[in-house]
């Protein structure tokens, strides 16, 4: 009788150690995800970039884990998951918040711009613009520089005489939103022969082996120089101003009001010219994008 009774209580011990132990195995799972938050961005290089980049300053300024989401897509999945909670932080640019997001018309003073987007977000869709990041990725028209020189051509209005006769290569996401190729045709009074859209990545190689006669480019690409390719001058202002800045959720911010101060550290040091060369390094060189993110940061004094 002893015996079973021993027995029993050995049962009921273990048990109750059992119970308190998936308790404390969920409070931690618990709390796991509470300090962990998702980080995300569209798919080409600079973006991914950014995502290494937010994400190594977070995890060496607090206890914050990271879920690193590079390469969702486009603007309207990257929002979406934004503004779905999918997605605590990203970066993006007043001319694709103000046109593509808000179907604002285009604004080309740059502050004006930014004040925009940093209100209408946080009223409709409780979203933070953090500080401007200090570079300013508007699209680009290019050529190759010796087929530019060649023909006389300087401006984008230039491409008016040879339109006809030319092929365009731009992201799909290009090609269907309406500061893309539609308004562009619009602007500047002309059509190319053939347009067609592709992959980011392949946009660059297209061009450089005279696949397609002209181009759109993102400004700060580090492959307009390393594959000599002209910019040309945008001679009627189409593009809006497209100055990057981190987007942060307002619940996120709530939460994690120290981020505020921390991301806002960045501002105002990637210029055009830095950014360029961290996406060469990406691009031409083949380093790894979280390398180079890291080595940014330590370089600049950021982190450790």
């Given amino acids: 009788m002893k015996l079973v009774k021993i027995k029993k ?48 300053l977070i995890e060496a300024k607090t206890d914050l884990t990271v879920n690193r989401k590079p390469f969702l897509g486009g603007t309207n999945i990257v929002f979406t998951a ?58 680009a028209i ?13 401006k984008i209005s230039d491409l008016e005489e040879y339109a006809a006769e030319f092929s365009f290569a731009a992201t799909q996401e290009f090609m269907e939103r309406d500061d893309g190729y539609s308004g562009m045709k619009e602007a500047y009074g002309f059509e190319f022969k053939e347009a067609k859209g592709m992959d980011p990545g392949l946009l660059y190689t ?45 619940d996120t911010l709530e939460k994690y009001p120290e981020l505020e101060e921390i991301l806002n550290s960045l501002a105002g040091l990637l210029t055009d010219e830095e950014m360029a060369k961290l996406n060469a390094k990406v691009d031409i060189e083949q380093q790894d994008s979280k390398e180079v993110a890291r080595d940014w940061l330590v370089e600049n004094g950021l982190i450790d």
């Fill in 82 to 139: 934004l503004q779905s909670g999918d997605l605590d932080i990203s970066v993006d640019y007043t001319g694709t918040g103000l046109v593509s997001i808000l179907d604002e018309e285009v604004v080309n003073n740059a502050d004006e711009a930014y004040r925009i987007v940093k209100e209408r977000y946080d009223e409709e869709f409780g979203i933070t613009w953090l500080e401007p990041l200090g570079f300013n990725n508007t699209y």
């Fill in 206 to 250: 297209a061009i450089n082996e005279k696949q397609v006669d002209v181009s759109v480019a993102f400004a700060t690409d580090g492959r307009i120089p390393a594959f000599n390719l002209k910019i040309l001058e945008d001679d009627k202002n189409y593009f809006p101003p497209y100055d990057a800045a981190i987007l942060i959720r307002n």
């Fill in 142 to 154: 290019v050529m190759r520089a010796d087929m530019a020189e060649e023909l006389g051509i300087e």
């Fill in 9 to 56: 209580f050995l049962l009921i011990s273990i048990a109750f150690i059992f119970l308190i132990s998936v308790t404390a195995c969920g409070s931690n799972t618990a709390n796991s995800e509470e300090k962990t938050i998702a980080v995300g961005g569209k798919e080409f290089t600079e973006q991914d970039i950014m995502v290494h980049l937010v994400s190594e």
